[in-house]
C-alpha cells in the first residue's frame, strides 16, 4: 500500500446522549457516522468539492466496503478524535484508514474502500485527476 504524503487529517467529534446506549456507551453504529464526517472534512481542507465533481464530472463519491475493529468503547461526553489517511489509491477507488481515539487511547479502526461512480450509468470510473491531486500517489 502507497501511504498518502498528507499528514492525518484530524477532526474532532464530541458524543452526545443522542451517540449513546442505555448505558452511556456510543452505539457501534455511530462510528460510521463520525468518520463519514471525518473523511468529507478531509476532503473539504485538501479543497475538494463534492459538488463540483457531480456538476463538472458528473460523478459522485460511493462507499464500497468498510472493515471496522472496535478496541474500546466511547461514553457520553468524550471528546474524539477521528484521523484519517488515505493509504491505496487505485484506478476507480482509493481507501482511507480512519482511526478514532480518546487521548491517546484507540478506540476504533477502521479502513473504508471508496469508490468513483458515474452518476448516470451507476458505473465505476477513473478516480479524476483532481481528487488523484489530494493523495498525491498517482
Known amino acids: 500500500m502507497t501511504e498518502s504524503p498528507l499528514l492525518p ?5 464530541r458524543v452526545y446522549y443522542e451517540d449513546t446506549d442505555a448505558a452511556g456507551i456510543v452505539y457501534y453504529a455511530n462510528y460510521l457516522r463520525f468518520t463519514e ?3 468529507s472534512e478531509f476532503l473539504r481542507a485538501a479543497g475538494f468539492d463534492h459538488q463540483l465533481l457531480r456538476e463538472k464530472d458528473n460523478l459522485f463519491l460511493a462507499v464500497r466496503r468498510v472493515s471496522v475493529d472496535y478496541k474500546a468503547p466511547a461514553r457520553l461526553d468524550d471528546l474524539l478524535v477521528i484521523e484519517t489517511t488515505v493509504v491505496e489509491d487505485k484506478n476507480s477507488s482509493f481507501t482511507m484508514r480512519q482511526i478514532v481515539r480518546r487521548g491517546d ?10 469508490v468513483a461512480v458515474n452518476a448516470l450509468s451507476s458505473r465505476a470510473v477513473r478516480i479524476p485527476p483532481s481528487l488523484r491531486q489530494i493523495f498525491g500517489t498517482k
Do not use: G, P, S, Y
Open 37 to 39: 464526517r471525518a473523511r
Open 105 to 114: 487511547d484507540v478506540l476504533v479502526e477502521a479502513n473504508v474502500q471508496i
Open 9 to 13: 487529517h484530524r477532526f474532532q467529534v
